[in-house]
């Protein structure tokens, strides 16, 4: 199997006034990674539309809308999983990318340095477990009888993190069971999920690709003021926009 042959899975939500970078980031995928699959998974946006000439513009991509219950990247990365099952993608890809539609990839990452250091589960960047969402963070982690080595573990930023593909499966499993509806949910979820990525990662510390968000902005990383549309210096970069459940379209 082509090691660099990923499938993206990118939670995405459209509103009309916000700036939308989900062709840059397919052009970056299509060119650093041609053999990649990506399936963009639609949060019920408005206007739809607006994104299908995007979508039927660029190579191997899916589009699904997202129709379960759960919402934002834990609802979009379930219903990911499953139309990537339901399709026989998951064997066929070595790892798989979960985002957010404003976390672009803006440079390659040689996913062999996985194969490596036999990383299965990781962030792509970090951050210190600091106690907020506990409402959600706790009921989630108590339904899935994981409220532990909380000390252990250390944050997903933005939800964003890799799999490797026999962790898939398993990841959709836990995510089947939580529902996602409001953003605070959504802010929990990088709490919890760190703490199932490093189960999936056989219980050791997985580190990140992109490094710790403390220590980012010092690497042109800054989220407030960087500009997507240009070079950057890691991996990923992230344009802030704090859409939620009160976001509306510009009419």
Known sequence: MNINKPCFII???YYRGYQSYLSHYLDNINDLYPDATII??????KYVEDIVPVVESHN?????INASP?????GAYSVGIQYAK???MIENHSYFVFTQDNFILKNKFDFGELVIRDTKALPINSFYQDGEGGVW??????DLQMNDNMDKVNFCWCSSFILRNDKVEQMHEWLKKIKCTIRMESCAAERYLARLLWELNDRIDCGDIDGDI??????HYDTWKVDPLKPATSYFVKKVQQKNERTRDVE
């Open 214 to 219: 403390r220590t980012l902005p010092q690497r």
């Open 11 to 13: 939670a995405h939500k």
């Open 40 to 45: 963009v998974v639609d949060n019920n946006s």
């Open 137 to 142: 963070r706790e009921k989630v982690l108590n």
């Open 86 to 88: 339901e399709n026989n």
């Open 70 to 74: 759960s919402k934002f990247e834990v």
């Open 60 to 64: 191997n991509v899916h589009a699904i």
